[in-house]
């Protein structure tokens, strides 16, 4: 009876801490609902791949659950709007490509302010672009299909599906001082189908995207759009090196919240996003698929968006850019 006694002595003094222990969590009800993260391209490519990757690191990283969710169209604009418009407590993050900072540019007058509506949190990625035409365009180097584009002014077709591809077409066109159709698609998956089939004739996209069929010979790769060559594709010629330094595209990758969001839930996530790009397995990862991881501050973020917001505003007006 004595041995019964001190038990229910100990039990009672152990009831109160269930609820105490129960109560951090409680404290911040915010801490048990998923996160929304907003990607405003169709699943399936790269950039997705990417989001839904850091997705499941950032799951670990903040101890909630986070929940990709894709919004195509107008250039990322109606995924902007939606987190833009998105409550204070930082539940709700866009992902996006770096071009889409063009989006407002392009479209014109829509009275969205991204520098001044979402916040950076931090880059995540990065996905390296190249030059690829159908076998049927007689052409092997940037050369040769600058002067077919000369000879043919808006005979051959550039399929484009985000503002990087846009920029690219507009870059490459200011270079070769030719002029290319655009042709526009929802994503890199939705143009390749024309591609291949030859019903557009080139495409600066995804390296992802377009190794496969340049292995498989289905399509031709002409060049990768920057200053280094690709470890997986050591063959292929940067567009540096192909004389045509000018066509280099913004292809980082970063995470936002909606200004309005706190600077203390800001610098959690910042903090959190940094971790991701920075683990071992996720550089790994992505390697594997042609992408890369790029960590970057929130304010080094900001600060690129500043700079590329005025290069874009001076090649938007040149060549009279609009949205797709």
């Not at 041995?3 to 951090?24: E, Y």
């Amino acid at each position: 009876m004595l041995h019964l006694r001190k038990l229910l002595i100990v039990f009672a003094a152990l009831v109160p801490f269930g609820p105490a222990l129960a109560q951090p969590a409680a404290a911040d009800p915010a801490a048990a609902r998923a996160i929304r993260m907003v990607v405003p391209l169709p699943a399936g490519g790269p950039s997705d791949f990417i989001a839904r990757l850091t997705a499941q690191h950032l799951t670990e990283a903040l101890g909630q659950p986070v929940v990709v969710e894709n919004r195509p169209g107008a250039n990322g604009l109606i995924a902007a709007r939606e987190v833009a418009t998105a409550g204070g407590d930082g539940q709700v993050l866009l992902y996006a490509p770096g071009s889409m900072i063009a989006a407002p540019l392009l479209a014109r007058d829509t009275g969205f302010d991204w520098v001044r509506e979402l916040a950076p949190v931090g880059k995540i990625g990065r996905v390296p672009f190249g030059l690829a035409v159908h076998p049927g365009v007689p052409a092997t180097s940037m050369a040769e299909l600058a002067a077919l584009a000369r000879q043919q002014p808006g005979a051959l077709n550039v399929a484009t599906s985000t503002p990087s591809e846009v920029m690219a077409a507009a870059q490459f066109m200011k270079a070769a001082g030719a002029t290319l159709t655009r042709v526009p698609y929802k994503g890199s998956q939705q143009a390749m189908p024309d591609l291949l089939a030859g019903r557009v004739q080139l495409m600066f996209g995804p390296l992802s995207a377009l190794q496969p069929h340049a292995k498989s010979g289905a399509l031709r790769l002409l060049a990768v759009i920057g200053a280094e060559r690709s470890a997986a594709l050591p063959e292929v010629p940067t567009t540096a090196e192909a004389g045509f330094t000018g066509v280099a595209v913004p292809t980082w990758q970063a995470l936002y919240v909606p200004a309005r969001v706190d600077g203390a839930r800001q610098a959690r996530l910042a903090q959190a996003v940094q971790a991701v790009a920075a683990r071992p397995d996720v550089k790994a990862e992505l390697g594997r698929r042609l992408l890369a991881a790029e960590a970057a501050s929130p304010q080094e973020v900001a600060a690129t968006i500043r700079r590329e917001l005025a290069d874009w505003a001076v090649l938007i007006d040149e060549y009279r850019l609009t949205a797709d």
